[in-house]
């Protein structure tokens, strides 16, 4: 299957049940769950139904676009169910009969894989969701975001698109799965994923190893942090705030895939990260739900 | 007539290290409610077949009663004098008492109560005894949310927490649903079968649920998958001329993660048999959960078997796109593998050591190339105690972290020592010190192998020394269930392997040593407290450690009360009085011996030379007793030693029941104590039995 065409698939059969369909977030970020649709979607009592597809960059994986496995960015599919429904199981396995994975013929498994995202504040129960031996998607009951509960809780579920298209496709290497075809006179041209992305992937490694300024870096993550501390504590603006938060998590990843940050220092750059979302996510909640007047 | 009794708990999938427990727990906290709601007959030796699966908690109890008897009741209420005035009529207070048990006041009788003075009010009444299902049902839902679960969960809107998401139970006596709601599901008898096949099924009773679930393509009894699994296995590897490389651990494993096993059998690409053994079983084992085949010498074949968690046996399409999928997803894992052995391998392990730097060890305490420099002192300081050379025991302990540095690693943490053996292997170190570099992380279980050359056990003593001290130096102690760490694990792994190896190594010197290294580094403040949290940890490791093999607790504690010096010693110690014990009656000595200490406490006692004041015959043969013992201490003959103790009882017994220590004359009272403190500090040559 191609990959705009899985995505297309998603994105139809979730608006069928319910689902908004979002765009990416314009800004780097190491998952798709840092998109403000479910950062601040999963917050709140309000329902909230949202499904979007995300590039999710991380540094660490780059590997030159050597690796037919591993790349510095990959595509995610990302659904947010608020309240997490009963049958939220079922709407998933309806999913990927959707994308043509007829169950009939598989094997499939909810093994346990807990999520948790120290930068985000954010953790969750769930599963890994294996098909015939292969980890298809991650599934989320999320019970805190940016240090606070969830109430309701939320399901998340992320497809991960290039290795779902991969293996329907019996692919072994990223880059030569299909990702759409040009149709014009000429006839119909199908564009690889290599074709796209290919060089992209060997310059953001180099760029994340060897080239990205260590000290540039360094200071794009304390501005941004003395930016973002500003905006929320002076104006109590909580998106543009969550902006800078996004950025100063990237510039952390960049460092970190440059071998910049000794494990020590580790720590308290993920902390300040964290402070920042965690001020957010309560702005947001003031801002949405103040408290009842006493 | 009594019925059987059912209730399944019908989840979102739990995780496997999670399902006996809770269930254990579903079945004991049952059985404990029926027996107080008197629905069981006391002291039936109750239990549920093991009836759980990702999806289902189901406890199958026979024999309940449907009614619970009538209970006699007896109540008790005020004084006679306060439940009747002046003229025998009853007071507020009286028909009260009789209004609260709604009963007559004429039914109240006015008798002597047990540990009270007087007469009081008292009432029989006879309480009905309710039908099972009304009790249970009132029961069942805060039981339910009563069992403990480890890492408990919300979901949806419910303030319910458990471990997964509940989403159908059945709870049935005999034909009769009992009724209850647990966060908005309401019991029935209509459960569910496999997730892809199974569909709704109706139970009739209790007694059908097994038959019902296998037609619905899920094996109830965890045990019975287990076996059909391995059956299985078996099988399939036969059937390619291989035989199925044992793993206890991930046959339980798959066993929990599936309702209906099947097995299929893969290949993957010879060319991956080039890899060290080590990587290629822990990609298939820890990674895809699949099993290995070997041949007949115990090479891997390039096959493997996958279960997977469903019926595959007349689904031969199934089977194929199963078969496949599995094979590309290992493919894919064993390229990842080569090609970090491949990047890995470019360079040489030694130049990879600047990186331990980037390592941190435990917080506040550095980075593993220090952990790496304190390793290196501590095994040139023990090395003697192994019969090791200095220089070969600090080389080895100088390549022990590199491998933490490597890629392979960071992919399969679990092959940390195996992935750096491998390594060295390949550029040429030798082969002492790269068993040892491998085999340094023995035990990882309590019931684990241990090191199995000196080298190996060297490094294994000096790495888990080190993370001790350095972790009880930062106060990150182990507390309650909480150990991060894993300091109990490195405890334990360390007494055993010193023990195996006959180290006589005394914990205090050690301790010592390796907080002197380790303070070089990192400044302790206060290196007594430390020195002794951590000796008593240890004296813990070594009390369990012999508990564990079947010592009698109390005597471990008694051995350990008294002066000694390593534990070898402690064990030869327990040994002999445990032999000694098994033989005579210490029960009367071990009483002797308390008294004899008490009597001691407090007692001004001159040392005296002389006996020649003891003249009962009772304490002239105890003294002739203590002068033997004195003799066999010489000899240091632990066991004969522990029998002419246990000769001391009766001499003992008879001197206690003749002679007053606490002699009037205090000439004799001196004499007497004197015998006794004699007594006590042979005692104390293997036990301090006050301690008993």
Known sequence: MQIQKLILNLQEFWSKNGCLIGLPYDIEKGAGTMNPLTFFGALGPDSWRVAYAEPSRRPADGRYGDNPFRVYKHLQFQVLLKPSPANVQDLYLESLLSLGIDLKNHDLRFEEDNWESPTLGAWGVGWQVVLDGMEISQFTYFQQMGGVDCKPVSAEITYGVERLCMFLGGTSNIFETTYGSIEDSGGSTPVSYGKLRHREELELSHYSFNLADISFHRSLFDFHEKEGLFLLKEHGHFISAYEQMLKMSHAFNVLDARGAVSASERPGLIKRVRDLASGCAQAYLLHHFPPAAP | MPKDFLLEIHCEEIPAKFLAPLHLDLQEKLIHLLEEKGLLDRGANLRSPDWYSPRKLAVFLPGISEMQSDIQSIEVGPSKAICLDAQGQPTDAGTRFADKWKSSFREVVFEEVKGKKGEYAVLRRTVKGLPAVQVLSEALPSLIGSLSVPKAMRWGHSSFVFVRPIRNIVCLLGSIVIPFKVDEVKSSSTTFGHRLSGGEIKLSQPGDYESQLADHQVIASCQERQTRLLKELSAAASSIHGTLMPDETLLREVSEIVEYPSVVLGQFPLEFLNLPQSILICSLREHQKSFCIQS????????????????????????ETITKGNEWVLNARLFDAQFFYREDTKILLEDQRPRLEQLTFIRGAGNYLQKTERLVLLADHFASFFHLDGL??????????????????????????????????????????????????????????????????????????????????????????????????????????????????APRDAILQSLSIFSEQFPVKDVNRVEEDLRTFWEERIAFSLSQEGVNVQLVRSVMAAPWHDHLQLIMRCSSLQRAMNQNDFTSLIENAKRINNILVGQAIEPMPSDNLLTASSEIKLLEKTHAIDALMHRNELDTFCLALAELAQPLEDFFNEVMVLDEDLKIRNQRLNLLVKLRSQFSYIADFSKW
């Open chain 2, 392 to 505: 070969e025991s600090r080389t080895a302990a100088s390549l022990s972290k590199l491998d933490l540095t490597t890629q392979m690693v960071g992919e399969f943490p679990e092959l940390q020592g195996q992935v750096g053996a491998e390594y060295l292997r390949r550029e040429g170190t030798g082969d002492a010190i790269c068993r040892a570099v491998e085999e340094h992380y023995a035990p990882i279980s309590a019931d684990a192998p241990l090191p199995s050359t000196s080298l190996g056990a060297l490094l294994a003593v000096v790495d888990k020394l080190d993370t001790l001290v350095a972790a009880f130096a930062m106060g990150q102690t182990p507390t309650g269930s909480k150990d991060p760490l894993g300091l109990r694990r490195a405890g334990l792994g360390l007494v055993r392997i010193l023990r195996h190896q006959n180290i006589p190594l």
């Open chain 2, 296 to 319: 007949s010498d115990g090479k891997l074949l390039p096959y493997f078997l996958s279960v997977a968690n469903r019926d595959l046996s007349v689904d031969s399409k199934a089977r």
